[in-house]
């Protein structure tokens, strides 16, 4: 998707993307995968998954103006 959008990225993100998008479906489909061994073997996959993604890298640290903020408060 980051391609389609002409963004210049390195290869690093592309496959961050795929893995992040094959995780959350993974986690989104766990509930279908029976108790069991079957469960272990899932869940081991997506833990091997989980372990190669870099996290840090989307993790964002941006500001948030005054006027966004003001918007989001309730009084």
Request: no cysteine; charged share 25%; proline share 1%.
């Amino acid at each position: 998707m980051l391609k389609m959008l002409g963004v210049d990225i390195t290869a690093d993100y592309v496959r961050l993307e795929t893995n992040v998008t094959r995780f959350a479906l993974a986690a989104m489909d766990l509930p279908k995968i029976s108790a069991g061994s079957q469960e272990t073997v899932y869940l081991g996959a997506m833990l091997q998954l989980g372990l190669s993604i870099q996290w840090d890298k989307l993790i964002t640290t941006k500001s948030v103006d005054s006027k966004d903020e003001k918007s989001h408060k309730r009084y």
